[in-house]
């Protein structure tokens, strides 16, 4: 896991609203299958903000492969969802069953944890109907990176 962090309170005081206080990333490419429920996919990163009025821009680029039914990704702060899908059928193909598709999912989330704690951040998927659901497919990389931004 990658750590880039300023340490002393005095130059984050004299920083300017929007500078970036500290960035982390993490990787996986654990290739793995969804199921009937939301699933972790093994994509998670840590940070723990220096100030509970900062923000965490959390970006993610992961791939995923599904058939015509389909499937849903979710981002979650800890244990709770902050990217949530609109519909049950976030990524899907009105084709045949036969239908293969792969993509690479990017998302970026500016949230505001209002905490000083360790907040984990991570994505997890749902696959929709019997079909094949996988994310990090054939171990491709997948990447998170929570960045704290001074407020």
């Not at 699933?39 to 990163?45: E, F, K, M, Q, R």
């Not at 709770?80 to 990017?106: C, E, F, K, W």
Request: glycine share 4%; charged share 15%.
């Amino acid at each position: 896991m990658a750590l880039t962090k300023l340490n002393s309170a005095s130059v984050i005081d004299r920083l300017p609203t929007g500078s970036v206080i500290q960035t982390v990333q993490n990787t996986t490419s654990s290739e793995m299958t969804a199921t009937d429920s939301y699933s972790d996919t093994g994509l998670s990163v840590q940070i723990t903000p220096t100030s509970s009025s900062n923000k965490i821009l959390v970006m993610f680029s992961q791939s995923i492969f599904f058939q015509t039914n389909g499937c849903s990704v979710r981002l979650l702060r800890d244990s709770t969802a902050i990217i949530i899908p609109t519909t049950n059928y976030q990524y899907h193909d009105t084709g045949s069953s036969s239908t293969a598709m792969r993509t690479v999912l990017t998302h970026h989330f500016l949230d505001n944890p209002t905490t000083t704690s360790a907040t984990t951040y991570k994505t997890q998927i749902i696959r929709h109907g019997s079909t094949s659901v996988k994310a990090n497919i054939e171990s491709q990389p997948a990447y998170i990176t929570a960045m704290e931004i001074k407020v």
